[in-house]
């Protein structure tokens, strides 16, 4: 690359990088003259950089203000990016978490009306729960399903939950639709999800959303072992799920980690 071109390439990134800033967004846009002001560049630098971004669709200009801000395109690629980056970047957590809690991990993310598990970490134990990768998994009865909820509406989930059969799972799983919102409530208190013979009897779990850049759920990360042993320390699992979820959101988002417990 020649180094007029590397020129313009820094000079489009940094012209994005100041559009991405909050002031920028909480002032609608930014000017020509502010924009050249934040990074450094003359003023006809900055319309031409502009005038390219707008075309590809990274930026859009305000008709009435003028003001630039960032493109919907820009929003696709990172969202795009950043399911690429969460198979990536998950692996390593997930085999952290499993060392910590010596039971078997998940990745899951909402599949239409149920969760589907992507990924998962074997402990080498001789009695633990199946393997889920590649199947489907109630949202109603699960830690799981709960977490990819969290944020939800009561109204979405009163939709969500329309046309579950209550009463077709474990012993402890939500009688009715109140219950289900009740639970997903108390999870959304925690920070974290968990589950006590909800999905089938003998088993319990814990479960925390995975978050994009836009801080909406994308995945969530789900322990679940055999009732007898983890059901005593379910909230310490809880906890270590909720820090291994917060970990995956940091390293695809580039933002620093919460203030976790």
């Known amino acids: ?41 003359e003023k006809s630098q900055v319309s031409r950089a502009l005038r390219a971004l707008e075309e590809t669709g990274m930026v859009d200009r ?15 690629m990172a969202d795009q990016a950043g399911h690429q980056r969460l198979l990536a970047e998950a692996p390593p957590v997930l085999r952290r978490l499993r060392t910590t809690t010596n039971e078997r991990v998940y990745l899951t993310v909402l599949s239409g009306d149920a969760a589907l598990t992507v990924l998962s970490e074997t402990p080498a134990r001789t009695v633990q729960t199946t393997d889920w990768v590649g199947q489907r998994s109630s949202l109603h009865c699960t830690a799981t399903g709960r977490a ?50 909800e999905f089938e009897e003998g088993l319990v779990a814990a479960a925390a959303p995975v978050r994009d850049f836009r801080g909406r759920i994308i995945a969530a990360v789900n322990v679940s072992a055999p009732t007898f042993r983890l059901a005593r320390n379910l909230d310490r699992a809880g906890r270590l799920v909720r820090g291994a979820a917060d970990r995956i959101s940091q390293a695809i988002t580039g933002a620093p980690p919460g203030d976790r417990a």
């Open 148 to 197: 990819l909820l969290l944020d939800h509406r009561d109204d979405e989930l009163e939709a969500a939950f329309a046309d579950v059969a209550f009463g077709a799972d474990g012993p402890r799983a939500p009688r009715d639709v109140t219950e289900a919102i009740a639970r997903l409530r108390e999870a959304r208190e925690r920070g974290y999800a968990v589950s006590r013979d």
């Open 62 to 76: 305000d008709p009435e203000t003028l003001g630039y801000r960032l493109g919907w395109r820009v929003f696709t």
């Open 1 to 41: 690359m020649s180094g007029e071109n590397a020129s313009a390439v820094h000079r489009a990134v940094a012209i994005l990088q100041a559009l991405g800033e909050p002031a920028a967004d909480e002032a609608g846009g930014l000017g020509v003259v502010e924009i050249a002001r934040r990074v450094g560049k």
